[in-house]
């Protein structure tokens, strides 16, 4: 089975500073994605980046990007410039690419991000 | 934001009783999901529809039940609340596997 680990229950990060979401899974799969959802306090959960498994290069949206190390089945989320609006529950995600449960999303435990001003 | 809605945002209610959390959007989206999720911890799927009168059940064993009749809403049946459900659940849809779209979520409380 499935399942996706998320080893910090608790991150804090200075404003304007860098910080790492770390994130590993266990699939014997070899085609799969890789997501991060974004999910503010009283407010709804959001995509934040994805990444396809058979992609090597590093998936990257504004400033937020991601270190996929397939071989060791790591997918840490690396937020530059923190903002006070990252503030959030961090979860990781993962889904199949074929078979009858390939919509659906095995997600992590979450972490909470603290952005200090 | 995405155009997907539930209500009630918040509902206590006694045990025995039954419930109906709706879920809708307005984007066309095929795929429709519910997922449960415990304070502090991670979401797991109970329902899935990827169209009209079509529905399967999720990875997480859930006595709740769903309907797809029409292709914008998806609403969830508790026939007899107990306080095991209470909880958040949340409503998603998209076109694609690869993006859902969340709703804001209703939180249970059965007591």
């Known amino acids: 089975a499935q399942t996706v680990t998320q080893s910090q229950p608790e991150m804090s990060v200075q404003e304007a500073e860098t910080v790492t979401l770390s994130c590993t899974y266990d699939t014997s799969e070899s085609d799969y994605y890789l997501f991060w959802y974004k999910q503010p306090p009283s407010r709804q959960m959001i995509l934040v980046i994805r990444q396809e498994a058979y992609k090597q290069q590093n998936a990257t949206e504004n400033r937020f990007s991601v270190n996929f190390q397939k071989a060791a089945k790591s997918f840490s989320l690396k937020i530059s410039d923190s903002q006070l609006g990252d503030a959030a529950m961090y979860f990781c995600?993962?889904?199949?690419?074929?078979?009858?449960?390939?919509?659906?999303?095995?997600f992590g435990k979450g972490t909470k991000l603290s952005v200090k001003p | 934001e995405a155009d997907i809605y539930q209500t009630p945002r918040y509902l206590v209610i006694g045990t025995g009783k039954k419930i109906t959390l709706e879920c809708s959007q307005t984007m066309g989206h095929d795929k429709m999901y519910w997922y449960q999720q415990d304070p502090g911890m991670e979401l797991h799927l109970i329902h899935y529809?990827?169209?009209?009168?079509?529905?399967e059940k999720g990875d997480l064993s859930s006595e709740s039940t769903v309907s797809r009749i029409r292709t914008e809403h998806f609403p969830l049946t508790l026939e007899s609340a107990r306080p095991s459900h209470t909880s958040q659940y949340l409503c998603?849809?998209?076109?694609?596997?690869?993006?859902?779209?969340f709703g804001p979520g209703t939180r249970l409380t059965v007591l």
């Open positions: 529809s990827y169209g009209v009168n079509s529905t």
């Open positions: 995600a993962y889904r199949i690419l074929y078979g009858g449960s390939q919509g659906n999303l095995i």
């Open positions: 998603a849809s998209g076109y694609s596997y690869n993006e859902q779209f």
